[in-house]
């Protein structure tokens, strides 16, 4: 079996959530709106909303921004929810005793959230290059870069 090897991002930091014991449809009504927001602003917002599944999310968010500022020295400033994600974990059956001798089954369903920062300062210090490269048909005698538009020039298909 040939795996493959992740290339190591060095302007990406996650924290890792395992086993929170919340429905995942819970957690990704939360998640939905913080994801692509700076850190601050998650934080804000994560602080404002009424829903219990917010709290976990908060502390994950902050231990993520703690692990960029320990581990790799980014600024907090810098930081953007650049990937959130939840996952179903594995579901919890318990019995509980009902009238007559019986039992009632009770499903929990815990989450796995993945929540991924990244500092942007990369990218705004190398922003010259990067404008260049979003442009179709650039080309420029500073740097060694050259792109062709295929879709205006009558695409990858001929139509007939």
């Avoid at 009504?29 to 692509?36: K, L």
């Avoid at 601050?40 to 231990?63: D, H, N, Q, T, W």
């Avoid at 980014?74 to 318990?94: D, M, P, R, W, Y």
């Amino acid at each position: 079996m040939i795996t493959k090897k992740k290339k190591k991002s060095y302007t990406e930091v996650y924290a890792l959530g395992q086993y929170i014991s919340m429905s995942a449809h819970k957690a990704r009504r939360v998640i939905d709106q913080i994801r692509g927001r700076s850190y601050e602003e998650a934080l804000m917002i994560l602080e404002l909303m009424p829903y219990r599944g917010c709290y976990p999310i908060f502390k994950l968010v902050y231990s993520a921004a703690a692990n960029a500022s320990h581990n790799k020295g980014f600024k907090e400033i810098n930081l953007v929810i650049s990937k959130a994600e939840v996952n179903q974990g594995n579901t919890v059956k318990k019995l509980k005793p009902r009238a007559r001798g019986r039992s009632y089954r009770i499903k929990r369903s815990p989450c796995h959230i993945t929540i991924v920062l990244e500092d942007i300062s990369f990218y705004q210090q190398h922003e010259e290059y990067l404008m260049y490269l979003k442009k179709p048909g650039c080309s420029n005698e500073n740097i060694n870069l050259t792109c062709y538009d295929t879709y205006s020039s009558g695409g990858l298909w001929d139509k007939k």
